[in-house]
T-cell receptor, first 112, second 113 residues
Framework: DSGVTQTPKHLITATGQRVTLRCSPR?????VYWYQQSLDQGLQFLIQ???????AKGNILERFSAQQFPDLHSELNLSSLELGDSALYFC???????????FGSGTRLTVV | DQQVKQNSPSLSVQEGRISILNCDYT??????FLWYKKYPAEGPTFLIS?????DKNEDGRFTVFLNKSAKHLSLHIVPSQPGDSAVYFC????????????FGKGTHLIIQP
């Protein structure tokens, strides 16, 4: 158990739908990062939150959004889903910019 | 534009021998590099890191070498063990920066008995 909890582990939904992925960071970590891993692709950085505020944006589509709540858990919202959004979505947390990231076990999203 | 490249999708090594995983980067602003290991159905786990002020960092069987002039780093595993079979990701970032880590596509290491 890495200390980073992601729910759900698996999600199957239809095109056009909206889903919410949830992440609870490791205790004490203020930063939460979201990554997408598609087939044959590395981990693509989507977005970072630090203590409730958006800190950095990567290759995140406009159909996707995220937020971090006062208790530091984070949600990634994916809307108007397309087949190409099928991927593993990982959340990671860290205690500071010089630290390595601790990853959750991911949410596997399948869009049918 | 891939800023971190792992050109070998897979690598097969005999148990007990040395495994060498390579990684190249293009962004000269990167000054902190990490290796992650990933088993199926699990998230990546941090393995070892190196700052650009060093050219070598060692932790047990794992050693990372950094060649800044060539924008190249490598991970050496000696001796290789069956439990080392996993996908290894190279990652880089601008140290102290807010941006997320930039990852390579990974190398699948297979340790043959």
């Amino acid at each position: 158990d890495s200390g980073v909890t992601q729910t759900p582990k698996h999600l199957i939904t239809a095109t056009g739908q909206r889903v919410t992925l949830r992440c609870s960071p490791r205790s004490g970590d203020l930063s939460v990062y979201w990554y997408q891993q598609s087939l044959d692709q590395g981990l693509q950085f989507l977005i970072q939150y630090y203590n409730g505020e958006e800190r950095a944006k990567g290759n995140i589509l406009e159909r996707f959004s995220a937020q971090q709540f006062p208790d530091l858990h984070s949600e990634l919202n994916l809307s108007s889903l397309e087949l190409g959004d099928s991927a593993l979505y990982f959340c990671a947390s860290s205690g500071g910019p010089a630290e390595g990231y601790t990853f959750g076990s991911g949410t596997r999203l399948t869009v049918v | 534009d891939q800023q971190v490249k792992q050109n070998s999708p897979s690598l097969s090594v005999q148990e007990g021998r040395i495994s060498i995983l390579n990684c190249d980067y293009t962004n000269s602003m990167f000054d902190y590099f990490l290796w992650y290991k990933k088993y199926p159905a699990e998230g990546p786990t941090f393995l070892i890191s190196i700052s650009s002020i060093k050219d070598k960092n060692e932790d047990g069987r794992f050693t990372v070498f950094l060649n800044k002039s060539a924008k190249h780093l490598s991970l050496h595993i000696v001796p290789s063990q069956p439990g080392d079979s996993a996908v290894y990701f190279c990652a880089a970032k601008v140290g102290g920066g807010a941006d997320g880590l930039t990852f390579g596509k990974g190398t699948h290491l297979i340790i043959q008995p």
